[in-house]
């Protein structure tokens, strides 16, 4: 199966700064990567569709121009949480496609906390 | 209305019993089905995934799914305690994967 490696694991900042977190595919390339976001106890909510080469689809209610997404090469996503508030404060979690375009397998995930 | 639906539980089961998980969908063009486990603060693990109508075994783990009646199950044989965690029921239509909220399970010694 598909080897998805995420970065940081976990981070803390402080209000009002901007935080980067990556998105590797270590097993193949991958033309598209989502962005969920999980708060505690409840269930994932994608927030966007990653695709190299060109901008992201972001799901309603996600500003595009807060959580700025770049899918830079085949193995490469990243998402920028900018200008990060409390409320931004969640678990992060990116995914792929499988080699057959039907199964879905998630990164380790990233712990954001904002202070 | 939820496109995939799951009862949050959570669903107590004693070790070495049959834990019974169930998930029901309301878009009929999903092609696919998948249960994912998430222990608490980690990331969802793909456990099945099951595109046919009928039964799909994979060591402990049966995934049923029955499209007439919009239905997908997860059944845990000899449940343990290791196997406590949220499980999560997704579909897949339309290159979209629709989670469900997830059913906590607690196998207790």
């Known amino acids: 199966g598909a080897v998805v490696s995420q970065h940081p694991s976990r981070v803390i900042c402080k209000s009002g700064t901007s935080v980067k977190i990556e998105c590797r595919s270590l097993d193949f390339q991958a033309t598209t990567m989502f962005w969920y976001r999980q708060f505690p106890k409840q269930s994932l909510m994608l927030m966007a569709t990653?695709?190299?080469?060109?901008?992201?689809?972001?799901e309603q209610g996600v500003e595009k121009d807060k959580f700025l997404i770049n899918h830079a090469s085949l193995t490469l996503s990243t998402l920028t949480v900018t200008s990060a508030h409390p409320e931004d404060s969640s678990f992060y979690i990116c995914?792929?496609?499988?080699?057959?375009?039907?199964?879905?397998?998630f990164g380790e995930g990233s712990w954001l906390t904002v202070v | 209305q939820k496109e995939v639906e799951q009862n949050s539980g959570p669903l107590s089961v004693p070790e070495g019993a049959i834990a019974s998980l169930n998930c029901t969908y309301s878009?009929?063009?999903?092609?696919?089905f998948f249960w994912y486990r998430q222990y608490s603060g980690k990331s969802p693990e793909l456990i099945m995934s099951?595109?046919?109508?009928g039964d799909k075994e994979d060591g402990r783990f049966t995934a049923q799914l029955n499209k007439a009646s919009q239905y997908v199950s997860l059944l845990i044989r000899d449940s343990q305690p290791s196997d406590s965690a949220t499980y999560l029921c997704a579909g897949y239509n339309f290159n979209k994967f629709y989670f469900g909220s997830g059913t906590k399970l607690n196998v207790k010694p």
């Open positions: 995914s792929l496609r499988g080699r057959a375009g039907n199964t879905i397998y």
């Open positions: 099951i595109y046919s109508n």
């Open positions: 878009d009929r063009g999903s092609q696919s």
């Open positions: 990653s695709n190299e080469g060109s901008k992201a689809t972001y």
